[in-house]
């Protein structure tokens, strides 16, 4: 039985031909993708806004209206509530009294958060009082995990988190730019910064919940991106010695029509694996899932469209890897001739 070939052998796409379409999609993209990151902001998860988040079943299918005109009446500002499961399920999210939604202003603004006992306190009454109101109004519910998060705590768990992404972003780059030359290193990061701006943007729109399994799933997904850029980068580098005449988009083709049955079944087994997940699987991962799958088409995306054609914008030749060459063979030659001096 001969294997499945997804990719043909001599498959040869000019992908080059549509980089100016997919340089402007992307630029619009990454300009949406700010704009409603600024203007909506993110739907940071407890772990991030401080408070108590709590999951509950309902007996039957109930909108997140009813349900917040239930909360409404306790009294009880700002809530949040997410609805899933064909409105069967909801996340119900209490920020702390007092406490900015925006962990931002909430870590670094004018007037950061102090947790405190008596904080802490009223909103553990605060949760008891939703508990009771739920179980109440809607017979048959079921409270099921309860996270609860002090503003301080969540105030580090910000500043770790972005402190984690900013250097895995960074020490992508430089392993880059040291592995191969500065244009490869600039790709590189203009690759991920493309990956990780869009991820956001596509949270600000969902308005999915953003907490600390989200922060893994973007470095994650900065991970396979680099790993997908690197195989076609490295087959570049290794095409500008064998082929210096060429022309530099030819090479570039030729690059990545090597190196896309690679692309093409890793990227597919892996969209399938989350696709499934992401249908069939628990609400809890719903949001880990999702972006996942996102990240993974994403990627693929900025490794053929972004990564490579950077490399012509940054007019990387054959000539900086010749002078490489070079310098080693010489300071080889240099060596053999010392040692041979000293041997006599």
């Known amino acids: 039985m001969r294997p499945l070939k997804l990719v043909p052998d001599n498959t040869n796409i000019d992908f080059l031909r549509w980089r100016w379409?997919?340089?402007?999609?992307?630029?619009?993209?990454?300009?949406g993708s700010v704009a409603l990151t600024a203007t909506r902001g993110l739907n940071w998860g407890a772990d991030f806004s401080g408070g108590q988040?709590?999951?509950v079943s309902f007996a039957q299918a109930t909108s997140a209206e009813l349900v917040r005109d239930k909360i409404d009446a306790l009294g009880i500002p700002d809530v949040s509530i997410q609805e899933s499961g064909n409105g069967r399920e909801a996340t119900i999210r209490i920020p702390l009294a007092g406490a900015n939604t925006n962990p931002i202003g909430q870590c670094f603004g004018s007037n950061p958060l102090a947790s405190n006992e008596k904080d802490v306190g009223a909103a553990n009454a605060t949760a008891s009082k939703v508990r009771a109101e739920i179980l109440k109004s809607f017979p048959g519910s079921t409270i099921g995990s309860v996270e609860s998060v002090s503003g301080k705590v969540s105030c580090e768990l910000f500043s770790s988190g972005s402190v984690a992404l900013s250097l895995a972003i960074l020490a992508i780059a430089l392993f880059i730019w040291f592995r191969f030359e500065w244009q490869f290193g600039i790709g590189a990061l203009v690759t991920l910064f493309h990956d990780v701006v869009l991820t956001f943007g596509f949270f600000a729109l969902t308005q999915l919940q953003f907490d600390l399994g989200i922060v893994a799933a973007v470095l994650t997904i900065t991970g396979y991106s680099l790993q997908d850029t690197i195989v076609v980068y490295d087959r570049v580098r290794e095409n500008m010695r064998k082929y210096r005449k060429m022309e530099m988009g030819s090479l570039m083709n030729l690059s990545l029509n090597e190196t896309l049955s690679r692309t093409v079944t890793t990227s597919?087994?892996?969209m399938l694996t989350l696709g499934i997940l992401l249908a069939m699987g628990p609400d809890v991962i719903f949001g880990f899932t999702a972006v996942m799958l996102l990240g993974i088409f994403i990627g693929t995306f900025s490794s053929l469209y972004i990564s490579v054609p950077a490399l012509l914008w940054l007019k990387a030749t054959p000539e900086a890897f010749m002078v490489q060459e070079m310098a080693a063979a010489e300071k080889g030659a240099a060596k053999v001739q010392t040692e041979g001096f000293l041997d006599r």
């Open 21 to 31: 379409v997919a340089l402007a999609m992307s630029i619009f993209l990454l300009v």
């Open 53 to 55: 988040s709590m999951r």
């Open 268 to 270: 597919l087994s892996l």
